[in-house]
């Protein structure tokens, strides 16, 4: 399911946001999802790393 959320966001992030929307063939909508889920998930995998040692 996907939900629609209003966020406030500095000029220039945006400009950031739809250059990589650009070079990636997407939507804002979907740089956003895609950057959001990948510093999650490396995140997540660096905590996971950090409990091995």
């Known amino acids: 399911m996907k ?7 500095e000029d220039e ?3 950031r946001v ?4 650009d070079e990636h063939y997407t939507s804002r909508s979907g740089a956003i999802t895609r950057l959001i889920v990948e510093a999650t998930e490396t995140s997540g995998q ?3 790393e950090q409990r091995r040692t």
């Open 13 to 15: 992030v945006i400009k």
């Open 3 to 9: 939900k629609r959320i209003n966020i406030t966001l």
């Open 18 to 21: 739809d250059r990589y929307a």
């Open 46 to 48: 660096k905590m996971v």
